[in-house]
């Protein structure tokens, strides 16, 4: 099993960015994916989480600004991000969970990706 994230980069606040998650699973359908963040020293956090039905839920601190999709039939999973911040500097992680789930808690998924590094200047 392997998530490979890409899309990070370096941008002005109010800029965009798209994160990008390749996966190499079995019946991707069948996974409740996600998007998590850490900053050094810190506890990696929940972003957006998109469930086996499709749908969608958010950090607060990021609705309104990003969005999470994906495509089965591709197996990847998608971050946009918009109206970035300084913030919201962070590596990104992806991640899937094998079934439903509505938690945005690291424990609570088996196959992680490497990051992106995302960084935000004001």
């Known amino acids: 099993v392997q998530l490979v994230e890409s899309g990070g980069g370096s941008v002005q606040a109010g800029g965009s960015l798209r994160l990008s998650c390749a996966a190499s699973?079995?019946?991707?359908?069948?996974?409740?994916t996600a998007w998590f963040r850490q900053v050094p020293g810190n506890e990696r956090e929940g972003v957006a989480i998109?469930?086996?039905?499709?749908?969608?839920s958010y950090a607060d601190s990021v609705k309104g600004r990003f969005t999470i999709s994906r495509d089965n039939a591709k197996n990847t999973l998608y971050l946009q991000m918009n109206s970035l911040k300084p913030e919201d500097t962070a590596m990104y992680y992806c991640?899937?969970?094998?079934?439903?789930?509505?938690?945005?808690?690291?424990?609570?998924?088996?196959?992680w990706g490497q990051g992106t590094q995302v960084t935000v200047s004001s």
């Open positions: 991640a899937a969970k094998l079934g439903w789930t509505s938690s945005l808690l690291p424990r609570s998924y088996s196959y």
């Open positions: 699973l079995y019946t991707y359908s069948r996974y409740t």
């Open positions: 998109i469930d086996v039905y499709g749908s969608t």
